[in-house]
């Protein structure tokens, strides 16, 4: 048999095999319609897994479930009810005076959950949760995106849903949340419900109150240092983006459930900060502070607003209720510079002493200090420059050499000389 009979051959055996097959062969399955489809499984619908609603806007459809702790939980060691009793005035000092006055239940408790954590145009923020405070206890209302095409919805949800509140209060908001919800709102050709509310966030609080006594001011540590509240089971922040994406592709909302529940607790966490943090700012002579370090924290911002009297008396609460070494120099020295703006030079003089005799990174500084003193004071330039050699044997620099050898010609001048210079 030549090439072309076994050909034929060939091509007649594929022919029967298909004529054989053929009526077997099932038709093809219908293309998923998410999220229109009915007759997909359950589980793969949020609104089935999650206690909530599809809500229909004029730019389409998103989730929305909300949750409410009742006045008479507790979120660690503070009680929910607490929130409702804030002061009206509790904001006017951390915010340096923008928002004066205003209810606390005009304030709204905004955090998102993103698809990326560096932000830019292409993240997403696929949960937005707003907490408020209400007579009937604190209320985290979230708006969720099933996907990208969900976004226009939820933008104007949100919006309308902000419209009730004067003041934003966020956690490291202001680099992140608001931006980013800003530049999704543009690339949606709309106006941002931002340029209305005063802006509070409690990052900049938080972080001058506790930066120098622990080592990590993120929410969920606060939460559990601060707060006393341990969570389990949670979902690291940065496993987020991941885990939508997963819902994404697998349409499987069991995934979800971590991502809502991480949400709701840094909001709830953020509203019981903003119980605490402010407070310390507003009267800080009265601030329920039992950490040095946390005194110190706070009499560091009262410097720098220039109250120093009031920044003073931290300081030496702080000292008086100790302090490890390398914070208890710093502060020594910055009474000691508080004291001599002050023009208390004795008080400054008497702490300047104490530095200058003892090892720490302020010894050298001290010294110059005093001679400083020994020098323009007293007139004594024998012991400035004692104290100046003393400086310079712990840190040689050009300014010192340049003080030692003015106070060696100063001394090396006839005493007449020396006498009218002074005069």
């Known amino acids: 048999m030549d090439i072309q009979e076994q050909l034929a051959e060939l091509r007649r055996r594929v ?36 206690s909530g609603s599809v809500v229909e806007t004029a730019q389409g459809g998103h989730f929305e479930t909300e949750k409410l702790y009742q006045r008479h939980r507790r979120h660690g060691s503070f009680d929910i009810s607490n929130l409702i009793e804030l002061p009206e005035d509790l904001l006017a000092a951390l915010s340096d005076g923008a928002i004066a006055r205003s209810h606390p239940t005009r304030w709204a408790f905004l955090d998102t959950e993103t698809t990326g954590l560096a932000g830019g145009a292409g993240t997403y923020a ?13 209320r985290v209302r979230q708006f969720f995106m099933r996907d990208f095409g969900d976004e226009p919805s939820l ?31 543009r690339m949606a050709r ?7 509310m005063e802006h509070l966030d409690l990052l900049f609080g938080a972080r001058r109150l506790w ?20 969570r389990e089971g949670d979902l690291p922040g940065e496993m987020i983006p991941y885990c939508y994406f997963e819902y994404l592709r697998t349409r499987q909302a069991f995934r979800l459930v971590p991502i809502f529940h991480h949400n709701v607790m840094d909001i709830v966490t953020l509203a019981c900060l903003t119980g605490l943090v402010p407070f310390a700012f507003r009267a800080p002579g009265e601030a329920d502070l039992r950490h040095g370090a946390d005194l110190v924290g706070l009499a560091r ?11 003073l008396e931290l300081y030496r609460r702080a000292v008086d209720r ?21 023009e208390r030079g004795e008080r400054a003089l008497a702490v300047f002493t104490e530095l200058a005799a003892s090892r720490n990174p302020y010894r050298a500084s001290a010294l110059v200090e005093l001679a ?33 050898e003015r106070l060696k010609r100063r001394l090396a001048a006839p005493r007449t000389r020396r006498l009218a210079l002074g005069s």
């Open 15 to 50: 022919a029967r095999i298909d004529r054989k097959y053929a009526a077997a062969r099932p038709a093809p399955p219908p293309a998923p319609q998410y999220p229109f489809d009915d007759t997909r499984p359950a589980r793969y619908f949020v609104e089935d897994l999650i």
């Open 301 to 311: 911002w009262l410097a720098a607003a220039e109250r120093f009297e009031q920044a």
């Open 190 to 196: 709309r106006r941002p419900p931002f340029d209305r």
């Open 211 to 230: 930066k120098l006594r622990l080592e990590s001011c993120r929410l969920v540590d606060l939460e559990n240092r601060i707060l006393g509240l341990e």
């Open 322 to 342: 100790g302090l490890p070494d390398h914070l208890l120099f710093r502060t020594q020295w910055d009474i000691a510079l508080l004291e001599k703006k002050l």
């Open 372 to 404: 400083k003193h020994y020098e323009h004071r007293e007139r004594n330039y024998a012991m400035a420059l004692e104290m100046t050699r003393g400086a310079l044997d712990l840190e040689d620099s050009a300014e010192v050499r340049r003080r030692e």
């Open 155 to 185: 933008l104007e949800a949100l919006g309308a849903h902000l419209v009730r509140f004067d003041v934003l209060i966020t956690y490291n908001g202001k680099a992140y949340d608001q931006p980013l919800l800003e530049t999704r709102y």
């Open 126 to 138: 696929f949960l937005v949760g707003v907490g408020s405070i209400e007579e009937d206890g604190f």
